[in-house]
Nanobody, 122 residues
Framework: VQLVESGGGLAQTGVSLRLSCAVS????????MGWFRQAPGKEREFVGV???????AYADSVGGRFTISRDNAQNTVYLQMNGLKPEDTAVYYC?????????????????WGQGTQVTVSS
């Protein structure tokens, strides 16, 4: 199973970005898909998850600003990020969990992308 993120880049405070994660080599519709991020010098942290049944959960730090969606026909999951802040600067990773745990811990995810950098300037 391969996951490839895209859509990162440099943004100013307050603007929006949409990240994509394309999945190949597996049964995408059966996966819970999570988003994580890792800022310099910090642990990788949970951002949000969309389950195989479209249930959603978000970290408190991004709730109300970030939205996850998925397109099973395109084998792609999205992370819409609105109202970006400098503290959102990080490498963003998508991950797949085939065991339907609606997990918030990174150890629960079996497959990972390589990450995409998001930098928010003030």
């Amino acid at each position: 199973v391969q996951l490839v993120e895209s859509g990162g880049g440099l943004a100013q405070t307050g603007v929006s970005l949409r990240l994509s994660c394309a999945v190949s080599g597996g049964t995408f519709r059966n996966y819970d898909m999570g988003w994580f991020r890792q800022a310099p010098g910090k642990e990788r942290e949970f951002v949000g998850v969309i389950t195989w049944t479209d249930a959603l959960a978000y970290a408190d730090s991004v709730g109300g600003r970030f939205t996850i969606s998925r397109d099973n026909a395109q084998n792609t999951v999205y992370l819409q990020m609105n109202g970006l802040k400098p503290e959102d600067t990080a490498v963003y990773y998508c991950a797949a969990d085939p065991w339907h745990r609606m997990a918030t811990m990174r150890g629960s995810y079996e497959f990972w992308g390589q990450g995409t950098q998001v930098t928010v300037s003030s």
